[in-house]
């Protein structure tokens, strides 16, 4: 079967295990085609959406859900849009929903440069009726969250 069929009916999963297994010269070509710096990087990024999509596949709480497997963050610079990341050191910060969300958000416009996602996300929690026990903070999201670049499309 040709690779081109075969990754049309793979899960999610699967294709995070076999670009783990790919060579690291092609790994790190699609990487860069997502605009994700290294090949551990993007390895790191596809394990997490899995189970970001495992957990709303299986309709489980995501919204203040700590990740097994937290997206790991670019160092400062390597993708100045997500540098936020790196500033967060607790473990809502490190291990919050918030983390796979600004992935998706970063990897969204490499797949489909009309994608208005990251705005209509931003829209959909500004509307979050906030209490004392369940804020937005609780996806473990920075103060000021809504002014980044990352969500105004």
Do not use: C
């Amino acid at each position: 079967m040709p690779v081109w069929a075969l990754t049309e009916i793979l899960e999610l999963g699967h294709l995070s295990v076999l670009y783990r297994g790919m060579h690291q010269q092609d790994a790190e070509e699609i990487a860069l085609a997502f605009g994700v710096p290294t090949k551990k990087m993007m390895a790191s990024w596809l394990a997490s959406l899995n189970y970001v999509r495992n957990v709303a596949a299986h309709h489980s709480r995501l919204f203040n859900r700590k990740l097994q497997h937290a997206p790991t963050r670019p160092k400062a610079g390597q993708t100045p849009v997500l540098d936020h990341l790196r500033d967060e050191k607790t473990a809502k910060g490190v291990f919050g929903t918030y983390n796979a969300l600004a992935v998706i958000a970063y990897i969204l416009p490499s797949v489909d440069a009309d994608s208005n996602w990251a705005k209509q996300l931003a829209a959909l929690l500004r509307t979050f009726p906030e209490s004392h026990a369940l804020t937005i903070a609780s996806t473990g999201a920075p103060q000021g969250w809504e002014s980044l670049d990352l969500w105004r499309g």
